[in-house]
């Protein structure tokens, strides 16, 4: 199983950047998938994720209203659409995910997640 995370970028502030994050599997074989990331000098954070039969969303808290998690099962797909960019957005994005039901608390918990990506930066300049 690998995650492939792509779509990152260069953008002003402001801006948009849509990153996407490839399942070589089936996407029904994961529960949960997220993103977080880790900024320069920053511990990895929590980001978004999305649940796979019901599609519930989480989001942190300085993200909420900007991006927005999606998924598209029949194409092994997970999306992260981030708008509104902001310099403090810059960071290396990750996408991970887990075959197994997360509880709510443990959605933004990095360690609950089984499976991880390579990262793609994203850079936001002022």
């Known amino acids: 199983v690998q995650l492939q995370a792509s779509g990152g970028g260069l953008v002003q502030t402001g801006g948009s950047l849509r990153l996407s994050c490839a399942h070589s599997g089936r996407t029904d074989t994961f529960d949960t998938t997220g993103w977080f990331r880790q900024g320069p000098g920053k511990e990895r954070e929590f980001v978004a994720s999305i649940t796979r039969s019901l599609r519930k969303t989480y989001y942190a808290d300085s993200v909420k209203g900007r991006f927005t998690i999606s998924r598209d099962n029949a194409n092994n797909m997970v999306y992260l659409q981030m708008n509104s960019l902001k310099p403090e957005d810059t960071a290396v994005y990750f996408c991970?995910?887990?075959?197994?039901?997360?509880?709510?608390?443990?959605?933004?918990?990095?360690?609950?997640?089984?499976?991880w990506g390579q990262g793609t930066q994203v850079t936001v300049s002022s």
């Open positions: 991970a995910a887990n075959r197994n039901r997360l509880i709510t608390s443990a959605q933004g918990t990095s360690t609950a997640y089984g499976y």
